[in-house]
C-alpha cells in the first residue's frame, strides 16, 4: 500500500462547514488523518459523527471549506473524482446488512468484483479476509441467521474489501460484549499497523484503553483533540 509522505495527512479536512436545511450545523472544523493511524470520534448522540464521516467519505458535500486526499483537492465532487475516491474507503455503516437471504462468502465476493478484481482473485482475496476475522465456520450460512455480533464482523469484511487506504466506522462498537469489542479494537490496531488510516466513532467516553489512541471529540457541531497518542492533551 502506498501511504502519504512521512509527516503529511492522508486525509485533511479544512475549514470545514456544513448545515442540514433548518437544522444542525456542523463546524468549522479542520481534521487531519494520517496513514496507519487509529483515532476515536467520541460524542453524544447529535453531536455530528455520522455527518462527519459522510463529508468524509464525499457522500455529503461541505457547504464551506475543503477535502485533500495526499494535499489534493478530491475533484470537486465530479463523479470520476468522486468514485476514484471512493475506491480507496472502506466505509461501514451504523445499519445492518442488507441482502440477508446472502451469505458472507456472496456478500464479500460482490464487494471484491465492484473493486474489479477477478474471480480467481476474488476467491483468494475473500477467504483471506474471512479467515483474517473468523467468519470461514459460518460463511456459508444466509447473513439473516447471523447474531447482532457476527453481523458486525461481516460488516467489517466488507469494508475490508479492496485494501482501502483509509476506513470510515460508524458506531462498530455498538451492542457488542466488552470482550468482543477488545477483540474488534485488536482487529483495528492491526489493520491500522499495516498502513490503513482508521477513524471510527463511539457514544460518549473516548477512552477505551488507557489513553493509547488519538482521541477526537464533537460538541455543539466543534470538533477538538481529546488526547495524544500518548494520553496526554494536545
Known sequence: MNGAAPGLPLLEARGVEFQYPGGFR???????LRAGELVCLSGEPGSGKSTLLRLLAARLRPDVGALLFRQEPLADHRPAGLAAWRRRLGIMDQGGLGALHRSTRELVALALAARGLGARTRRR???????ELGLLARADL??????TGQARWVQLALALCGLPELLLLDEPLAHLSPEHQAEFMTTLRRVAARGTAVLFCRHGDPALDGGS???LRLAGGRLTE???PDGGVQ
Not at 456542523?26 to 487531519?32: A, C, E, H, N, S
Not at 482475496?125 to 479467515?131: C, H, K
Not at 444466509?142 to 447474531?147: D, F, N
Open 213 to 215: 489512541l488519538r482521541c
Open 26 to 32: 456542523l463546524g468549522p472544523l479542520d481534521l487531519r
Open 125 to 131: 482475496e475473500g477467504a483471506r479476509i474471512m479467515g
Open 226 to 228: 481529546a488526547s495524544a
Open 142 to 147: 444466509p447473513c439473516g441467521q447471523l447474531s
